[in-house]
């Protein structure tokens, strides 16, 4: 096979690795749940390969998330779940709405920063764009988008959940590759922001091409006092992703001790708010014990069928296979941006991560690009993924919300991603975009 023919020189692939590969493969096509694919395909690829003994892969998966950091996601899960039933949600979404009022195309610009205001909240796309999506697609279609193009909107505003810190997919990334999550929450501010306003950017074009929200007639005075007004009676909202922010990039918080003052402020201030009650508290973790259970169980797994592959070699074959394409830096860089896209086409964020990072990593390394650069550049790339089918998720979580036809969402998307790709790129080819705010060691 090519991979065979290209990197023979490194390491011989057989059916130890193609034969798993095969079962994965086939049990995701058949809807069977993707930890569950992972998992026999680990079990089988150990079987055949004799990598690691079957008695250590019970240890394997407890190891893999017994770890401090892993923490924070269940507490951003739930923070943002919180959020949502303390109403305080809403009150970014006031803010946004102010803040945007003066242009054309307001409203719509209102959804997409709020998504980013949810997404430094909740590190989750799919949380943020089921959020977002109740409170605003009805009114984006009342303002005279057409429906299909507000849920696209929704869903490509919510990719930034796993783009602006904290992210629970930087969480995992640092976990898989042994690199601070802190450091990768600083490095992805600029990014993060850019895919905003690259979001932003597209519906103020897509809203002057179609002329869909009228609006921003106001005067300077009108404008002003609406903002006020917005911000006096919704400030406190803007608490939580203070100390967020403020408690990991001052670096007296870690990320998960940073989740779990987040989720007590929020119950605190729905307690005195009112909105929230005691009896709230069983189907809110519910809510997000289930949104955890799909996560870790995908991690548990990909772990030993990372180190199987590791031990095959396969990320020295794909250096090899790789740089006998083409030793130039900028044509491997694309090939790696490639591979992330169609990888977040058809698979959920976490086991791509936990799977081609270590694969791709060397391949970095062996072309010199920072290893922060190259986990920006991989989530990004990822993130791509959730706005474009077969399986995006946040495609199907706004047609689950509206009923829209998913090829519909997907079809009004194709401007959203053409704008990301953009972004991606320079992430990719601009190593000083993820480490301006970084210490010198990290550059």
């Given at each position: 096979m090519l991979?065979?023919?290209?990197?023979?020189?490194?390491?011989?692939?057989g059916w130890d690795f193609y034969g798993p590969v095969i079962l994965f493969v086939v049990l995701v096509a058949l809807a069977v749940p993707v930890w569950a694919a992972i998992g026999a395909a680990a079990i089988l690829m150990l079987l055949i390969s004799g990598a690691?003994?079957?008695?250590l892969v019970g240890e394997s998966l407890f190891h893999g998330i017994d770890?401090?950091?892993l923490t924070a996601v269940p507490l951003f899960i739930l923070t943002g779940d919180v959020l949502v039933r303390t109403g305080l949600s809403r009150k970014f979404l006031d803010v946004a709405e102010a803040l945007t009022q003066f242009a054309k195309g307001g409203f719509g610009s209102a959804t997409v920063l709020v998504c980013g205001m949810f997404a430094a909240i909740s590190g989750s796309d799919a949380a943020g764009a089921a959020a977002v999506g109740r409170m605003t697609i009805a009114r984006l279609v009342e303002s005279g988008y057409p429906r299909p193009y507000a849920c696209a909107l929704v869903a490509a505003g919510a990719c930034t959940g796993i783009l602006i810190p904290p992210s629970i997919a930087y969480i995992i990334i640092g976990l898989v590759l042994g690199i601070s999550a802190s450091t990768l929450f600083l490095a992805a501010v600029i990014p993060g922001i850019a895919i905003l306003l690259s979001i932003l950017a597209t519906n103020i074009i897509m809203n002057?091409?179609?002329g869909w929200e009228g609006g921003g007639n106001l005067s300077a005075g009108e404008y002003f006092s609406r903002l006020g007004k917005a911000l006096k009676s919704g400030?406190?909202?803007?608490?939580?992703?203070?100390?967020?922010?403020?408690?990991?990039?001052?670096?007296?918080?870690?990320p998960t001790e940073a989740g779990a003052t987040a989720v007590v402020v929020t119950i605190i201030?729905?307690?005195?708010?009112?909105?929230?009650?005691?009896?709230d508290f069983?189907?809110?973790?519910?809510?997000?014990?289930?949104?955890?259970?799909v996560i870790l169980p995908i991690i548990a797994f990909s772990l030993p069928l990372a180190q199987a592959l590791a031990i095959l070699g396969v990320p020295q074959g794909f250096v090899a296979a790789a740089t006998s394409v083409s030793e130039e830096p900028w044509v491997l860089i694309m090939m790696m941006i490639l591979i992330l896209i169609a990888a977040g086409c058809v698979m959920e964020t976490t086991p791509n991560i936990v799977i081609l990072a270590p694969i791709l990593k060397p391949l970095a390394d062996n072309i010199g690009m920072n290893e922060i650069q190259f986990c920006i550049m991989m989530i990004t790339a990822l993130g791509v993924g959730f706005i474009t089918p077969p399986l995006g998720l946040n495609l199907f979580v706004v047609s689950g919300l509206t009923g829209e036809s998913i090829l519909k969402i997907a079809y009004?998307?194709?401007?959203?991603?053409f704008f990301m790709l953009v972004v991606t790129l320079c992430i990719a080819y601009v190593p000083s975009i993820s480490t301006v705010f970084l210490p010198e060691i990290y550059k």
């Open positions: 991979w065979n023919q290209l990197g023979a020189q490194t390491v011989e692939l690691l003994p079957l008695s770890h401090f950091a002057r091409l179609y400030w406190y909202a803007f608490i939580v992703p203070g100390i967020i922010f403020y408690g990991i990039f001052s670096g007296k918080l870690t201030m729905g307690f005195i708010l009112g909105t929230l009650k005691l009896s069983p189907s809110m973790l519910v809510s997000s014990a289930k949104v955890n259970g009004r998307a194709i401007p959203f991603v």
